[in-house]
Each structure stands twice: as structure tokens, then as C-alpha cells.
């Protein structure tokens, strides 16, 4: 049985599907099948996925016209072919490093679903970090609410969970991420197991961050990443990096908190001195008003002696 379903949805990016196919290929040590599914893909991609499939038998191309929201039911198609014990998911702009399938091939032994981290690389080279913790109480709540997860680029699971769930891959709501959309369809399976791996595997580099990038400043884009990584000590050095911005993150948290004392004990010392105003504004009228009350005391004490 093949161990790996490789699948990799794809819309409108076209060559740089050629890069993400490759990342996938360059995985050691699994037996793997990659299911690219096209939603309404262009020719470009069709001729993409031509040539892939001469040079791999391993690749299988699923060609779908323009499907609801972002095709999920193709998805679903395709994996009713899967052949895989385990079913990866990849971006076509994506790339995974090398062991990443490794990596969740010894999670998913011990669990239903798995994901590992991601690291988003910005189009000026800064790294950050999408970090969640299926276990966290709060997990599935914030998933929920659209305010977390994990990308599919970074997520497996068994085929047999899949076939599990009452719908599979299917069109989200418009208010709420299609991929979360997917995930609460498992978290809602009694006796899940999840897991998250804390390990970066993947390289994301997000369209949404490169408005009005050409396919071919993408795709240079890749290569550069694909060459570095690719390279002798290329992955060792992206963890020092992302190590590196894990220290500035935790630095600049650090620092808005400072600020945020800082605020805080400036607020404390302008109520402070309000109090002091108006203690000190108050101090004439109570001892005009003691006085005052002295003499009414007097005026009465005075009037009850003459009157027994």
C-alpha cells in the first residue's frame, strides 16, 4: 500500500506548482502518490501538469472546472481514488523541507491527525511563525471563531479518518475559513486523536503578501528559496533564522509590555495627583464647614441652658 496521497489543489497559480510538485518529490524515505486537483486551473497549469506527469507516473492530474468557493468537493473526488494509508496536503505555492512527510508519517502512527509548523516567509525575507496546539482547551473554540489552526500545507491524516467524517472536504460558509471549516469536521469525531508537532517542515510563502506579483517574480521567488534550502546546511540555517525571530518576537513582546507599564504607571501617577488636587481643593470648604458646624453647636448649646 502506497503510504503517502500527496494532494495538491491549484487555481490560478500555474508555475510555481512546478516548484511545491518538487518539494513533495524530494521527500525521503516515503512511497508516495500526488494528486494535483485543478479548480478552473488555466492552460498554463493543464501543460504543467502534462509535463509533470510524463517525467513522474507517481503524479495524477484531476482537471475540474470552476467549482464553489474554492473546489472542496474536487478534493473530495479525488480522495475516493487515494491510495495512500496517509493523506498529505501541499500548496501550490508552498514548499515542504525535507522530511516533512517523514515527520508525519511517525505522528499519524500514534494519531488520526497531525500537523507540524509552518514558517511564512515575507516577500522582504522576514520570517514568522503559525504556531497552534490542538491540545490547548481553547483550540477548537478559536477555530470555531475563525481566529486560528494550522495550514493544510502542515496538516495529514490517515485516509481511514477521513472516510470517517460525515462530509469530507465540502464548500465553507462565507464567514469562516474554508480549511478551519475542514479541520472542526474531525475535532467534532469522538475519541480523536490529535497532534501537534513542534517542528517546522514547511515554507510558505503567501500570494496575499504579493499583490501584484507576477507568475514570474513568483516563481524566481521559489527558486531562490528552493536553491537556499536545497543547499548543504540550507534547512539548518532557515532554523537559525526562524530561531533568530522567535528571540526578536519574544523581545518585542517583552517590550510592548514595558510599554504598557510604563503607561499604566503614568496613568496611576495623573490619578494621584487628581486626588491630591482635590483633597487639597476640599481642605478650605471642610474646615470652613467644621467651623461652621462649631458654631451651630455653640448657638444650640447656648439656647437649651437659658431655656431649663
Known sequence: MTLFTVLIPTHDHADTLLRAVASAQAQRGVDLEILIVGDGAPDRTREIAAELR??????????????????ERHRHDALREA???FVAYLGDDDLWLPGH????????EHADLAHTIAVNAGPDGGLTLALADTAAPAFVARLRANQGGFSPSCAGHTLEAYRRLPHGWRPAPQDINTDAWMWLQFFE???LRALSVPRVTVLRLPAAARPGWSPAERLAELDRW????SSPGGVARLHERVIEALAQERVRGLDAVRRRLDEETAEVA????????????RAPWWERARAAAARVRAALGGGGGAGR
Not at 510524463?54 to 473546489?71: N, S
Open 226 to 229: 528552493w536553491a537556499e534550502l
Open 270 to 281: 495623573r490619578l494621584r495627583g487628581v486626588i491630591r488636587g482635590l483633597e487639597a481643593a
Open 54 to 71: 510524463r517525467d513522474d507516473p507517481r503524479i495524477r492530474f484531476f482537471d475540474r472546472p470552476k467549482g464553489e468557493r474554492h473546489g
Open 101 to 108: 512527510l517523514e515527520t508525519l508519517a511517525a505522528a499519524l
Open 189 to 191: 469525531q469522538p475519541g
Open 83 to 85: 491510495r495512500g494509508r
